[in-house]
């Protein structure tokens, strides 16, 4: 009978084994739910995309996603060399990329949107001026505005500081391309490495203005996020002089309040079905943007309930 039993494991051991898919140095393939797999992903999406995998492997355990946090240059070049096939970014890629890198292999990377962020600005907690227009945005990024006095008269602080996060990051290309119009970032205008580095730069300098993603700030609820806007201010955004202005919230970004709204995107090149279909899956799925809602972000596809409130 105890023989009987262990041929029958090791029969069905065989099956699973010959079930699973094989690459050709003979290594198991991941599969939508199992398996590990490397992912690189805009920087400024580490709070909630860190959040998504551990809930992600928690629910599938025997898969394993490894997330890199990088630049959005980055995350893209890697994806064109094949180093890396799923990227997590705030652009689809583009109709050259598409061209001459992936249709000639006959396959188009599927691009499934997952959120609606924000470019937030922040600024020191002792500066008074809190409310910018789009223009006024708009001239401080190519250099036309460089001190403080002229939109403040009134200001005590000298020159403008611009501070990034990455100089290859999807931030800067946003407000190069959507604010500036293009057109070369100011003189003023220097870049760190991370969200975090702005933050604390602007905690630190009077002058400044960061410009970051709202991920960072977003989740009222993290204690983290708590530390961070304690040590800012969240600027608001005015569409065009004399009107009110609005933050990079949930609800402003709803309802178009706030201007500079960008999407972002999972790209998977895996041209099988792998764990990168998976877990762009989950994300763009009820459990991932239910994460995306909670952590202060705009879900993609889940419908999201907008109360007003009569004054």
Known sequence: MIRHYFFALLALSLTLVACEQRGKDGKVLDTPTTGHIRIMVDEGYKPIIASTIDVFDSIYRRASIDAQYTSEGEAVNAMIRDSIQVII??????????????????????????????????????????????????????????????????????????????????????????????????????????????????????????????????DTDDKGVQAFRREIKIADIAKKAGEEGFGPYQAYLATDRYPFKRTVYIINAQARKGLGLGFAAFLAGDNGQRIVLKDGLLPASAPTRIIQIQH
Not at 111 to 126: L, N
Not at 197 to 207: G, M, Q, S
Request: avoid cysteine; charge should be neutral.
């Open 89 to 218: 970014i705030t652009r689809k890629l583009t109709e050259e990329e598409l061209n001459k890198y992936f249709r000639p292999r006959g396959f188009t990377p599927p691009m499934t949107p997952i959120a609606h962020d924000a470019v937030a600005f922040i600024v020191h907690p002792d500066n008074r001026d809190t409310l910018f227009t789009v223009e006024q945005l708009h001239d401080i990024l190519v250099g036309k505005t460089l001190k403080w006095s002229q939109l403040n008269p009134k200001s005590t602080l000298a020159d403008i500081r611009l501070v990034f996060d990455n100089p290859l990051s999807g931030t800067v290309r946003y407000a190069k391309d959507s604010i500036a119009g293009g057109a070369d970032l100011s003189p003023n205008a220097s870049a760190l490495q991370t969200n975090a580095e702005v933050i604390a730069y602007v905690a630190k300098n009077k002058n400044a203005i960061g410009i970051i993603g709202a991920n960072w700030v977003s």
